[in-house]
């Protein structure tokens, strides 16, 4: 009994070390509670949101503690504003509200992200030794008598998928796109939906919100496809992911200049397969859960690495981001209506930005920068030959996706690496100590993980009416089968499964 009310205890309370998240059993114990009350208030639109907010705040509370405070402050913050968004008569009014919630937003999310960056510069530039104090610890050290450290500022989970969701919200109200939700408990449902609450894809107010006053449905077909989505994720995340990071990729990134160029070249490659699996796989099982919960999520990858061009790269990576900036920020910024310098100004301001949302380095500052030179160059090219823009054979059509595929690659190298001279040195070994006498014996010794890496590419790269047909043909099948089909799912990804936690990738961010 004592054991049973310890793993109780536990399970209710916050562990920075065993977060909630889909590929640990704890996920699943949890979903199997909320189903089971979720059976009593589905009929019900109120209850509903009410119920799938409080277990979403508690998801959210496992996930990051006392954070969840955050997630509170910005639901009510935004929830408010964009009400007196709706209702002001003048549009100064109206834009002046706007910004007050754009800079709330933005202030909370570079002071969680950026704060060691702008302090960090500042010293640097001033000769100055300002240190960054922890608001949130202090208040927690006085009123709940924690003893954290406010000289560390701890990112909060999905701090930059929620605040990127909450200001599409109150930019479409101020658009006219969108009106408020009727109550509180609604946009704190939509804000903290836990599906996509911690790694997205990022859900606009127009895409979730009228789903909210509907009532449940999930057809048999549904239901197979959300299963179908499920376990797919899990495949793609701890099958593939994981394996490939923990057996090839995670050792050279952490020491280039001990391999070979030819198995930097490998790691690279393995890394690209590894944030896709990883990514997608997330999305997969979220857009599955949600699903399940009569909500429908939109799509956020779609064969990316099939991409012609770094455009199509774009309209196929994290797509629910890739709009975000396009819709709140490239066209805000003119887009393509300022003329041809201006564009491509844009296009590099707006990839930028979009590195430095990953995180505040140089780093992801580089990434940006290539995706965005990448894409004035894309825009240059189909300039001077528009034809690019057409059908083209198939020979043509498989260079540029080799071509895009190797820019993107290059782009995952200082995505990755654990500091800007690392990512220097794998560079430099690739083109200077390739070692392709060894290229056997390297093939060889990591045959399994070269394998994997091979099958997850070859799968990818199928054609897509394969893939809707065994798709298809799984959800087609009786539910007897499919349950016994999740069971040797299960058995697989128990055999892969690595005793550590292996957060998913997006959860930095």
């Known amino acids: 009994m004592s054991s049973t009310g310890e793993y109780i205890r536990q ?124 608001f949130l610890s202090h208040w927690s050290n006085k009123f709940f008598g924690t003893s954290l450290d406010v000289a560390a500022i701890v990112l909060p989970v999905g701090i930059s998928f929620f605040t990127f969701q909450t200001i599409s ?164 910024l003119g887009g393509n209506r300022k003329g041809t310098t201006r564009t491509y100004a844009n296009l590099l301001v707006t990839m930028l930005l979009g590195g430095l949302w990953h995180g505040a380095n140089i780093r992801f500052v580089i990434w940006g920068g290539i995706h965005g030179i990448s894409l004035a160059i894309h825009k240059v090219w189909t300039g001077f030959f528009p034809s690019a823009n057409g059908p083209s054979p198939l020979w043509k059509r498989a260079v540029s996706a080799v071509i895009t595929f190797h820019v993107v690659c290059l782009s995952w190298v200082f995505f990755r690496a654990e500091s800007l001279s690392k990512a220097w040195e794998m560079l430099i070994q690739m083109g200077t100590r390739f070692g392709w006498q060894s290229f056997g014996a390297i093939v060889g010794s990591y045959l399994p993980v070269i394998g994997l890496a091979g099958i997850a590419l070859a799968i990818h790269w199928l054609p897509v009416s394969w893939k809707e047909h065994y798709r298809g043909a799984f959800i087609n099948t009786p539910l007897w089968l499919k349950l016994i089909i999740t069971l040797l799912v299960a058995l697989v990804i128990f055999q892969f499964k690595t005793a550590d936690l292996q957060p998913f990738i997006y959860f930095r961010f």
């Open 169 to 332: 919200y109150t930019v479409d109200i101020f658009r006219g796109k969108v009106d408020p939700v009727n109550n509180i408990v609604d946009f704190g449902f939509y804000v903290s939906f836990f599906p996509q609450l911690v790694a997205g894809p990022i859900v606009r107010a127009a895409e979730f919100i009228p789903q909210l006053y509907k009532k449940y449905s999930l057809t048999q077909r549904e239901f197979g496809y959300a299963l179908f989505l499920i376990l797919n994720g899990m495949i793609k995340k701890v099958v593939i992911s994981d394996y490939i990071s923990i057996n090839f990729v995670d050792r050279i990134f952490a020491s280039p200049l001990s391999y070979s160029g030819f198995e930097n070249l490998l790691a690279t490659y393995g890394y690209s397969v590894q944030i896709y699996c990883d990514f997608s796989g997330y999305t997969d099982m979220a857009i599955g859960v949600a699903l399940l919960l009569g909500f429908r999520l939109p799509i956020n990858f779609n064969s990316p690495y099939k991409a012609v061009n770094i455009t199509d790269f774009w309209h196929r990576w994290h797509i629910s981001l890739s709009s975000w900036l396009r819709d709140y920020l490239y066209i805000p």
């Open 11 to 134: 399970f209710l309370t916050y562990n920075e070390g065993r977060p909630l998240i889909f590929t640990e059993g704890g996920f699943w114990l949890f979903f199997a509670i909320l189903l089971l009350g979720y059976s009593l208030v589905y009929k019900t639109r109120y209850l509903r949101s009410l119920y799938l907010l409080a277990f979403s705040l508690f998801f959210y509370f496992k996930s990051s503690g006392l954070f969840f405070i955050l997630l509170i402050f910005s639901t009510v913050c935004d929830y408010t504003l964009g009400r007196l968004i709706h209702s002001s008569k003048t549009h100064w009014k109206r834009k002046g509200l706007l910004a007050i919630s754009v800079f709330i937003n933005l202030a909370v999310l570079s002071f969680f992200k950026y704060s060691y960056f702008f302090t960090d510069s500042v010293n640097s530039l001033a000769g100055t030794d300002l240190q960054p104090f922890n």
